[in-house]
Nanobody, 122 residues
Framework: QVQLVESGGGLVQAGGSLRLSCAAS????????VAWFQQVPGKEREVVAR????????AYADSVKDRFTVSRDNAKNTAYLQMNSLKPEDTAVYYC???????????????WGQGTQVTVSS
């Protein structure tokens, strides 16, 4: 089992920045791809960024490309989401999720955090 705990959310003005952290415990995170999802009330949870287990590749949703950066420090068992130039439409609960590299289903994540609220005021 992997336990994931997000932190770093909060209230920020439009144009500001936040850095979310996803701390893992229970097992080493280096065997897991990690993704960040956002969920707005009434909408489905959507992936905004993901990073491979070794950190060698990353991908972003169009809505956050060039503003958000996903990274990880496997030595610290932690993944991050740097969020810059925040917009009111980025307001959501953000979840991190981990998928073991042997999972044959790329969209199926094995473990989830509890989420952290990000609110961007205009």
């Amino acid at each position: 089992q992997v336990q994931l705990v997000e932190s770093g959310g909060g209230l920020v003005q439009a144009g500001g920045s936040l850095r979310l952290s996803c701390a893992a415990s229970g097992r080493t995170l280096r065997m897991y791809d990690v993704a960040w999802f956002q969920q707005v009330p009434g909408k489905e949870r959507e992936v905004v960024a993901r990073i491979s287990a070794n950190g060698g590749s990353a991908a972003y949703a169009d809505s956050v490309k060039d503003r958000f950066t996903v990274s990880r420090d496997n030595a610290k068992n932690t993944a991050y989401l740097q969020m810059n130039s925040l917009k009111p439409e980025d307001t959501a609960v953000y979840y991190c999720a981990a998928r073991v590299i042997t999972n044959p289903n790329p969209g199926n994540y094995d473990f989830w955090g509890q989420g952290t609220q990000v609110t961007v005021s205009s």
